[in-house]
């Protein structure tokens, strides 16, 4: 594919059509102006609408087929919300009106945070954080405002489980506490003599995911968030799997503290190939003076300008009106049941890392087939690539080797999940009768497999003209 | 009740059974009883779509649709050609997840890619990353590439937009690093004050330019300054004046940053907006987030993929330069279309209007009563000052014109762009004289 730099012709551009002449005297600044040339790029609108239908086109997104990327949640994202979101009354709000001026945007963010509450058992939101992580920062944020405001300065430490996602101990990080990382026990869950080791009075919290990264409803998860509290720590509860259990059971009942959820996964919202997504932050009523982005003296300030991802936040509202109440189970139990359904009919090629009722998504360990054979996880979801399936997330959790973890979501039919199922059954009697050719595939997509070394030892992360 | 569950019961039963499972409640054999809820949620039932879409446009109603905007102060109104919505609305960017699995997702890495050279091309520096969330943050984390064992301090020019200093300020309290206000003066910063204050434990100043009140600094000597004191300069600047100011490249500043909204992403009440991070090549590898770079694959050919993620938290941790994990992708990939439609001319021309317009409006206001509060240089916002703010800003409001955003005694930041006739801004002034010659 040409670069849009490459299609380029000077003074070929179309930008002379959008605007009018000025119609007041022209104004040139006599301070210090630019003397590079500014080498955008330069040609006809249809060469530019041409050029992203390409790019389009070597891309794949859940439109295109079925996305079991595991942690993602990779669901259906529907097409009224988009509707939505595009309506002129939000989308040409400037975020400076005043409230009077901006009543719709005001009640639907109070709804949604209202929902949110009822939704995690949280007594306060907001919707400032801008992704997930943003939003583990926001959490830990308060969780630190709320030690320092009882002049409890020795809570210094964040414990993560070893499974968890890398942003829960870059995120402590960032807030300034140091990271204590315990092992999982041999079911992946929290190892309560490991926990109960590591509180003590240097405990700020602890950061937990549930149902945990390997798919798992931690079965002690009262036990758990039972032993924090006794030490003085905060709970700090990980959404990324909340469509798990939403409706069903609520991370302010199982003992935790703030919570963060990520709009763009359980609450149907696109990814955007990389966002936007949007992180609200919830908690107690005891934690509430120091959320961000309200006037209250303890608040911690403004993790970003405005309030939120605002479009996102439509997004998720219209979907959660589409659904309601009732609605709300029934996605969650979908998308278990979804997982165990594949799961079940996987087992006996596939070695699963956890062998029990899995939650929303269910690991494979390939460690097997890796001695047998030396294929690899990253084989396997090679192969996928070439049949229209996004591969599951690979080598992650960090405890499991060779892992393949596959989180299907309720919104994919019974067909899909049958579809999936026996493309993987047939890899995997490809690669036991020629695993050699394994290690070439794929073959049909647009580039074959790349140099990533080569990327990092060289860094080009941008086009060089010609001079 | 709209569902996105195609299974049906009879389906799923039978889906259960093949997993050797009674009921749903067996799935959930791991969750303690007491945790279980009881109740149904205390949500509304579910609507057909035709409801929601009705229910969205009344909430859409409630607000105020403005005809004409002269309010700037971090969220700009810029036109948008319609084949930048176009191009922003195709399906698999807007469904595709970050482009973990390269080959597959060409499309979207290259988009990244040509998006780096433009934040690259636009702020004359050597690097880019893929974005984060805002301006303000990228301002935040602008700061903390600066920092290390010796220098931790940030100094933070008093004409930075307060915004960005609140976001700065609360990331730094997650660091425990000081920040330090330097006096404006006359609109700009002070550089007698930021000579004075400058010492071995500052890492960096961060000013914005065309600053806050829309003045142009005076960066060549803040520049000078901070790098004769061993610190580096963040600068936070608005896209569009980059299409005629000198760049942040051109003065010597070491990171660039800013907010990206004016380039093709609509007011949308504040988000989702785009942060773009640009830096010299010596501190590429202190970037936070994404960094698409080229390769080839198996067969020699030129492709594209994630990389430098040493940097990142999924490989690094707590050790990572910092958390960020989903950006702004689909914001980024519109303002490169944006880019590609205007073109350098185009751009040019509407940073051009920006001022011109601008420069009228602050006549029309000055004839019509107002008075300017800096006599400093401006790009395409501008103070003034005098009696009536609320009951000038009411009487435009009721004729459908947000005006500028009051600062408080009697000071009101106006904000002109390519969007405003003369028609309109004549409109505006008219107003403004009529309220205050009551």
Redesign the interface.
């Known amino acids: 594919?040409k670069?849009?730099?490459e299609r380029s012709t000077q003074g070929a551009?179309?930008?002379?059509q959008?605007?009018p002449s000025?119609?007041?005297?022209?104004?040139?600044?006599?301070?210090?102006?630019?003397?590079?040339?500014?080498?955008?790029?330069?040609?006809p609108?249809v060469e530019?609408?041409r050029?992203?239908?390409?790019?389009?086109?070597?891309?794949?997104?859940?439109?295109?087929g079925f996305?079991p990327?595991g942690s993602?949640t990779?669901?259906?994202?529907?097409a009224?919300n988009?509707?939505?979101a595009a309506?002129?009354?939000?989308?040409?709000?400037?975020?400076?009106?005043?409230d009077e001026?901006?009543?719709?945007?005001i009640?639907?963010a109070d709804e949604l945070k209202k929902?949110l509450c009822?939704?995690t058992g949280m007594d306060a939101m907001t919707l400032q954080p801008?992704?997930?992580?943003?939003g583990?920062?926001t959490g830990?944020?308060l969780i630190?405002?709320y030690h320092r405001s009882k002049g409890d300065l020795k809570r210094t430490k964040i414990i993560v489980p070893d499974s968890a996602?890398?942003?829960n101990?870059?995120?402590?990080?960032?807030?300034?506490f140091e990271?204590v990382s315990i092992p999982s026990d041999e079911n992946g869950c929290v190892d309560l003599a490991a926990l109960k080791a590591a509180v003590g009075e240097d405990t700020a919290g602890l950061m937990l995911t549930n149902p945990n990264t390997v798919g798992?409803?931690?079965?002690n998860?009262?036990e758990i968030t039972g032993i924090v509290h006794e030490a003085g720590g905060l709970c700090y509860y990980d959404g990324a799997n909340l469509n798990a259990?939403m409706?069903?059971?609520?991370p302010g009942?199982?003992g935790f503290d703030v919570v963060h959820l990520n709009l763009?996964k359980t609450f149907?919202t696109?990814?955007?190939?990389?966002?936007?997504?949007s992180g609200p932050s919830g908690c107690k009523e005891f934690l509430r003076p120091f959320l961000?982005d309200t006037d209250d003296p303890m608040s911690?300030?403004?993790?970003?300008?405005?309030?939120?991802?605002?479009?996102?936040a439509?997004k998720a509202y219209?979907y959660?009106?589409?659904?309601?109440?009732?609605?709300?189970?029934?996605?969650a139990?979908?998308a278990?049941?979804?997982a165990?359904?594949m799961?079940?009919?996987l087992a006996d090629l596939y070695p699963m890392a956890y062998d029990t009722?899995c939650?929303h998504e269910f690991v494979m360990s390939l460690e097997k087939m890796k001695h047998e054979i030396g294929v690899s996880a990253l084989d396997v979801?090679?192969a996928m690539?070439d049949h229209g399936i996004?591969?599951p997330t690979?080598y992650?959790p960090l405890i499991v080797h060779e892992a393949l973890m596959v989180e299907p979501t309720?919104?994919?039919?019974?067909e899909t999940l049958d579809e999936a199922v026996q493309l993987l059954r047939d890899i995997h009697a490809a690669a036991y009768a020629d695993p050699e050719k394994m290690h070439?595939l794929?073959l049909h997509?647009?580039?074959?497999?790349?140099?990533?070394v080569?990327?990092?030892r060289n860094?080009?992360?941008?086009?060089e003209f010609e001079a | 009740m709209g569902s996105y569950v195609p299974n049906t019961s009879r389906q799923q039963e039978e889906m259960l059974r093949e997993c050797g499972l009674k009921g749903f409640n067996d799935l959930y054999r791991d969750v303690p009883e007491t945790v279980l809820l009881k109740d149904k949620l205390a949500l509304p039932e579910g609507m057909s779509e035709m409801e929601v879409i009705r229910h969205m446009e009344d909430l859409a109603g409630m607000n105020t649709v403005y005809r004409h905007i002269l309010r700037g102060a971090g969220a700009y109104n810029h036109y948008i050609p319609s084949i930048v919505g176009e191009i922003a609305g195709k399906e698999t960017f807007r469904t595709a997840y970050t482009p973990y699995q390269a080959e597959i997702s060409q499309g979207v890495l290259q988009s990244i890619f040509e998006y780096q050279t433009d934040i690259c091309e636009l702020t004359g520096m050597d690097a880019s990353n893929a974005s984060v969330y805002d301006g303000a943050v990228a301002a935040a984390e602008g700061c903390e590439m600066c920092r290390d064992r010796k220098r931790s301090r940030i100094l933070v020019s008093s004409a930075v937009d307060p915004k960005t200093v609140k976001v700065v300020r609360t990331y730094s309290f997650g660091r425990d690093v000081e920040v330090t206000m330097v006096p404006e003066k006359d609109g700009a910063t002070d550089l007698d004050a930021l000579k004075e204050m400058l010492g071995p434990d500052v890492s960096c100043l961060l000013i914005q330019h065309p600053n806050y009140f829309g003045i142009l600094e005076d960066m060549d000597s803040a520049v000078s300054l901070v790098h004769e004191a061993g610190a580096k300069v963040v600068v936070s600047c608005n896209p569009i004046s980059l299409a005629v100011l000198e760049t942040p490249g051109e003065y010597g500043a070491d990171i660039a940053v800013g907010e990206g909204q004016p380039l093709g992403i609509p007011l949308s009440n504040g988000g989702p907006y785009l942060g773009f991070m640009a830096s010299t090549a010596k501190m590429m590898r202190r970037l936070p987030g994404r960094i698409v770079g080229q390769t080839v694959d198996c067969n020699g050919k030129r492709a594209y993929v994630l990389t430098l993620q040493a940097r990142e938290q999924h490989i690094r941790r707590e050790k990572a330069s910092s958390n960020i994990c989903s950006n702004e992708a689909l914001c980024a990939l519109r303002a490169s279309a944006y880019m590609a439609a205007m073109g350098p001319e185009g751009l040019e021309k509407a940073a051009v209007q920006c001022t011109s317009k601008a420069h009228y409006l602050l006549e029309r206001l000055e004839e019509a009563g107002l008075k300017r509060t800096y006599e400093k240089e401006f790009f395409h916002e501008f103070v003034t000052e005098g009696p009536k703010t609320d009951e000038i800003l009411k009487a435009l409001s009721g004729n459908g014109i947000l005006g500028g955003l009051p600062l408080g005694d009697g000071k009101i930041l106006w904000c002109a762009t390519e969007m405003n006739t003369k028609e309109e801004l004549d409109e505006t002034a008219a107003i403004v004289k009529e309220v205050l010659g009551s």
Request: with cysteine.
């Open positions: 594919m670069l849009i730099f551009g179309a930008s002379t959008y605007l000025c119609d007041v005297p022209e104004v040139r600044l006599s301070g210090k102006m630019r003397s590079r040339q500014l080498r955008l790029p330069s040609l609108e530019v609408d050029h992203y239908s390409e790019l389009a086109r070597n891309a794949h997104g859940v439109n295109d996305y990327l993602c990779m669901k259906y994202n529907p009224v988009e509707d939505a309506l002129p009354g939000f989308t040409k709000i400037h975020p400076l009106q005043d001026t901006k009543k719709g945007c009640k639907l929902y009822e939704i801008a992704a997930g992580a943003h583990e920062f830990l944020l630190k405002a996602h890398g942003t101990p870059a995120s402590a990080s960032m807030a300034g990271v798992l409803f931690d079965p998860i009262l259990v409706g069903i059971a609520r009942d199982m763009h149907a696109p990814h955007g190939g990389g966002g936007p997504g961000p911690i300030g403004a993790v970003r300008s405005f309030s939120g991802n605002f479009l996102v439509v219209a959660l009106i589409s659904i309601g109440a009732e609605g709300v189970p029934e996605a139990k979908g278990v049941l979804n165990n359904y799961k079940t009919k009722v939650m979801a090679k690539l996004h591969p690979m992650f309720e919104t994919e039919t019974k070439q794929p997509t647009t580039v074959g497999r790349l140099d990533e080569g990327a990092a860094p080009v992360i941008r086009y």
